[in-house]
Every structure is written in C-alpha cells, then in structure tokens.
C-alpha cells in the first residue's frame, strides 16, 4: 500500500472495507512504487515465477482476469 | 506543461476563477484549502479547513469556497480571498461527506453523504441546512443542470444515479449506470450529462433531456475526475490509476490523446482566460498546469517500461504484524501485487 500519512491504520482501515485477506505491505515513502514507475493507484503488477513483470496495469475485472489466464496459461 | 507547484498531501480537486487568476485546491491529506495564483504558479495561502476535504466548490456570487471534509463530516466554508473561514457546518455523525455540487442559479450547495446514502441541501447565502435528500449507498459526485433545476448524485456503491429537483429537494428519479460511478459532471448547453466509471475505465455519456445513454467513451484507469471546456467541444477526464488526463472530442465522443500528468489525478478545471487545464494530482501532491492541453502531446510507449524486467527487490513492513516481507518470499512464484492507497 502506497501510503504516506498514518500509512498503517490507513492500510488496515482500507483493508478492512474492501476485505483484502492478502499481505499488506507499507509503501510509506512512494518510493517501491516510483521504482517500478507506478503513477496511480489501483495498478495491478504481475509478476512470473521467474520474477519477471509480465503486466502492469490491469485493474477491471476483465483485464486482471484476462492478465492472469494468460499467465497461467503460459506456465503450464 | 507550464508548472507543477507542490502544494501539500492529497490535493483532490480543483475550483478555478480565471477572473480573479486564482485556483483554489483542496488538499486532503493536510485538511486544507491552497490557494494558487495562476499567472505565478505560486501558493499564495493555504486555510485550514475540515478532515480530509475531497472536493471543493466556488460560489462566485458570493466569494466563497465551499469543502466536503469526509472525516469530520462537515463542510467548510470560506473567504475565497482572505481565507478567513466563515462558518463549519455539520452534517451529520458518520455521514461520510465526499462529494459537492452547484446551483449558482437557486443558490444552493449539495452535499453527497458517502456513508449515509443521502445529500444534504445548503442555502449558499444564508448557509443553513435546509434539507436533505434520499441518495443511495455511496452517494458522492453531484452534477447540477441549472437550466433544468435538476441534480444527478452518483452513488458508488449502488451504481446508480439519483435525480432530484434542486429547488424542491423532490427525488425525481433513479438511473442504474453500472458500476462503480465515481464523479458526474453536466453540461445542459451540449444536453449531456457525463458519469466516469472509476471501476472499468469508462465514461457514460446520457442524454439530460431525455435521461438515455447516449454512448460510453473507453478511458484509462480509474476515471475519478472530469471538467469540460466553456464552449463543450472537450472533455478532460483525470485517470487516477495511470496518472494521465484523456482528452475527448465531445462531438464525436471519443479519446483524442492522452496527456500525462502527475501520479493518481484527482479532479481537473479548466483556465476559461489561458485554455490551461488543471490538474490536482492526489499521489504527487501537486498542481499540473497544461498549456494548449487540446493538442497531443508526445505519446506514451504502448507497454508500460517495467514490462519484461526483473521486479525490483523490496523489503518493505507488513501491516498487520509489522514483519518485513521481501521479494524473496515470492521467489518462484507467480503473484499480482496491487498497487492501492486511500487516498
């Protein structure tokens, strides 16, 4: 979560309303997401068992579904 | 780009009077109201106003700004030119107050209550409370046509719009417009009335005459901002997820370009004196000004640069236990990570 301000109960509070169960990992400074040149939120990033990003952006229903299928796909 | 002055955390939205050369900000995440000279790019005061103020009205008539701070559930009011405050209304506990709109012509602010699923009717003179209306769950964004004397509340969460009489405070009607609404804007002079769709990157566009649909405008990610030009030909939608502004011919009712700007826009406005547009960029905590926005500019590469390059390593807190988490416990597997922020 790229967060600057009150970042852990920010993240937590969001988490909790939108019900993410995964890992929620605190971006405070921006600076993982300008490392990856991330410019707004939400973006999807997905990344291959070789560690690879594969996709960025992806954030309907369609696209990330789509996105992953692909991954998947590929993999196996 | 002419400048991009940083003004403070979370700037959301953006209010212009090109008369005065003066935008007015308002910047979420240090509960205040900024204000900008446009011809300097400079601050030239800043005002405290509520909890998280996410969107931010003028009232011309009258010289005041008018703020919807989400988190302390008021709405604040003030001098446009001193920055003195003027009056903090309540609106109620919990009511989640994340969206304005205007009738300069009746004289009244709306107040979009996210939380409660209602709006609640100002007198912009008198600035009393005079009435409040049934929304739905997730009400926010309020587009006005004046003409008409109607209201269109964007309800997020229910994905509809509700459409009330802006003198009576009558509910008129529900229109469903899928998922995900997030900001509403109207311009009764071209009848169209403009629902940004934050979930699927889309703009609907309707007809404020009869209430159809008219087409849908395939966007960027996350549209939660939009203005149009004063003479209508243009639309200018802010995509907070790629951090760029669509740029849309109204006659034809499609993307033109697109314009990049700061990390996760916000809301736009336009300079009627320069053509300049606005643009408060949330993630970046700045002020974009774009000259000429209505020509392309240099076209952004059709694959984002980290495609096909090794994610780089991170080592960053887990929120819930405070453990740092690093790359390497995802190494050989296949994952998403989402980028997101409440802000």
């Known amino acids: 979560m790229w967060e600057t301000h009150h970042a852990r109960d920010e993240a937590l509070a969001f988490a909790d309303v939108w019900n993410v169960a995964g890992p929620v990992l605190l971006d ?3 600076d993982y997401a300008a490392a990856l040149g991330i410019t707004g939120v939400p973006t999807n990033v997905l990344v291959d068992a070789r ?7 992806a ?3 369609a696209e990330l579904e789509q996105a992953v299928a692909d991954l998947l796909k590929e993999q196996t | 780009m002419v400048a991009a002055p940083r003004l403070g955390a979370g700037p959301e939205a953006v209010a212009v009077d090109s008369t005065a050369r003066r935008a007015y900000v308002a910047c979420s995440r240090d509960n205040a109201v900024v204000s900008v000279d446009l011809d300097q790019f400079a601050p030239v005061w800043r005002a405290e106003a509520g909890k998280e103020p996410i969107p931010i009205v003028l009232d011309l008539p009258s010289g005041r700004l008018f703020t919807a701070d989400a988190r302390s559930d008021t709405v604040t009011v003030l001098n446009a030119d001193s920055a003195a405050r003027v009056v903090q209304l309540h609106i109620g506990q919990g009511a989640y107050p994340a969206g304005l709109g205007h009738d300069p012509e009746r004289r009244r602010i709306f107040c979009g209550n996210t939380a409660a699923g209602t709006i609640t009717a100002i007198d912009a003179d008198r600035l009393e409370v005079i009435g ?3 929304a739905e769950l997730g009400a926010g964004s309020i587009a006005v046509d004046s003409e008409r004397g109607h209201g269109y509340c964007a309800n997020f969460m229910a994905g509809s719009l509700t459409v009330f009489d802006t003198e ?5 009607g529900r229109i469903t417009v899928g998922e995900g609404p997030c900001k509403t804007i109207a311009d009764p002079r071209a009848d169209q009335l403009y629902v940004a769709g934050s979930l699927h990157g889309t703009v609907l566009r309707l007809s404020l005459a009869t209430a159809r649909p008219l087409g849908e405008i395939r966007v960027e990610r996350a549209p939660v901002g939009m203005c149009v030009t004063p003479d ?3 639309l200018y939608v802010c995509n907070r997820g790629a951090g760029t502004v669509s740029v849309v011919d109204t006659a034809t009712g499609s993307e033109t370009h697109r314009i990049t700007v700061g990390n996760g826009p916000g809301d736009c406005g336009i300079d009627a004196a320069s053509g ?15 000259d000429a926005p209505w020509l392309p500019g240099a076209a952004k590469p059709p694959t984002h640069p980290a495609v096909g390059r090794p994610i780089p390593q991170f080592a960053l807190p887990d929120a819930r236990t405070g453990e740092i988490r690093t790359t390497r416990e995802w190494a050989e597997k296949r994952y998403v990570i989402d980028f997101f922020a409440s802000w």
Do not use: F
């Not at chain 2, 643009?279 to 774009?290: D, E, F, I, P, Q």
């Open chain 1, 28 to 30: 405070e400074s921006g």
């Open chain 1, 51 to 57: 560690g690879i990003v594969r996709a960025v952006g």
């Open chain 1, 59 to 61: 954030v309907t229903p």
């Open chain 2, 132 to 134: 409040t209306i049934p």
């Open chain 2, 168 to 172: 009576t405070l009558r509910p008129l």
């Open chain 2, 232 to 234: 209508g030909s243009r």
């Open chain 2, 276 to 290: 300049r547009l606005l643009v408060s960029n949330a993630g970046s905590g700045t002020l974009t000004m774009v």
